[in-house]
């Protein structure tokens, strides 16, 4: 669902509620609609309410993404997507997101990121407090209150069917759960037994040569890559050449700082001012070599000026000549 400009920044609310209670088991805002903001809210619904038998989804590019199937199939979860153009089988969640709309996105105001700097927040830390406060009227508001079809609030819908029963919720280790959500990809390894993925370059043994392996990873680390072959591991491929350090898909919830604003100072000609100043001070060299007066000054006959030397002003020439004339004069004790 479409949520508030947090910042001058559209969110988006991926939420998944249990089909038989109503209850939202995992839900978040994020900036961007893809599967890394769908992790963020499926992984903490399956580690604080347990793994269901089946996650029924639609056909967004988020929810065809093969980390999803993988993650599915580590927990033994079937994947179900829904008919496309047949809303009806998206009833319950729409009804639920009208519902958030009416009673908590009337509350949650767009923000511009001047209102969010009066407050002293950053565009990151605003998410996290929409998030928060969105937590807190799932938890204490729309957990407790009755819905008008099952006449139960979902709370106790939820935990008189797990009484009925007569078992909790199947739990997954935090180990499945973190494995579960790692990303993978196919390579072949070459014949100098090196894979490539995305830029990057890792060393693998000698005996994968030829053959198409499986790198698991975290997408926010390309550095640590499991290598897998026929379900048996590896060990660790060994970066070679690294030039991209998180996957393509893993953008940063928050974009890159602004450039710094230019200061008004003309460093550069600073810069330029301080080398005549060494020009004339400081060198013993004779500059004339690499510099020329033909066309700064009218009264120089023409055909002075080698090839490859550099015009300089008359006050640089006077300059020079001072620094050439003092490099000429025999120094004390010589």
């Not at 790198?215 to 499991?226: T, Y």
Request: hydrophobic share 40%; aromatic share 8%; with cysteine.
């Amino acid at each position: 669902m479409h949520g508030p400009r947090v910042g001058g920044r559209k969110t988006y609310l991926f939420a998944f509620l249990d089909d038989h209670s109503r209850l939202a088991v995992g839900y978040r805002f994020g900036y961007a609609e893809d599967t890394v903001r769908l992790a963020a809210a499926l992984q903490p619904a399956l580690a604080a309410r347990g793994v269901p038998a089946s996650v029924y989804v639609d056909n967004g590019s988020a929810y065809v993404d093969s980390w999803l199937l993988r993650a599915c199939g580590k927990l033994g979860i079937r994947l179900i997507h829904s008919t496309p153009h047949r809303p009806q089988g998206r009833g319950k969640i729409e009804r639920w997101f009208r519902g958030v709309r009416e009673q908590f996105l009337v509350e949650a105001a767009d923000t511009t990121t001047e209102q969010l700097a009066e407050r002293g927040l950053t565009p990151a830390a605003a998410l996290l407090e929409l998030n928060a406060l969105f937590t807190a009227w799932v938890e204490s508001v729309y957990h407790h209150r009755v819905h008008s079809e099952t006449g139960q609030t979902p709370l106790a819908r939820w935990d008189d069917g797990w009484q009925a029963a007569g078992h909790g919720p199947a739990m997954a280790s935090a180990d499945a759960l973190t494995e579960a959500f790692l990303w993978s990809e196919w390579r072949t390894v070459t014949k100098t037994a090196t894979v490539s993925l995305h830029g990057n370059t890792y060393q693998v043994e000698p005996v994968l040569v030829g053959r198409k392996v499986e790198l698991v990873f975290s997408p926010f680390n390309l550095e640590v890559i499991e290598v897998h072959y026929r379900n048996a591991g590896y060990g660790r491929a060994v970066p070679h050449r690294i030039t991209r350090h998180a996957h393509p898909k893993a953008r940063p919830e928050t974009p890159e700082p602004a450039p710094a604003p230019a200061t008004g100072i003309a460093y550069l000609h600073l810069v330029a001012d301080a080398h005549q100043q060494q020009v004339a001070a400081e060198e013993r060299i004779g500059f004339h070599a690499l510099y020329s007066t033909v066309g700064t000054d009218p009264g120089q006959p023409p055909g002075q000026q080698l090839p490859g030397q550099l015009p300089i002003d008359d006050a640089l020439a006077e300059d020079v000549d001072a620094a050439d004339a003092v490099a000429d004069e025999p120094q004390a004790g010589a």
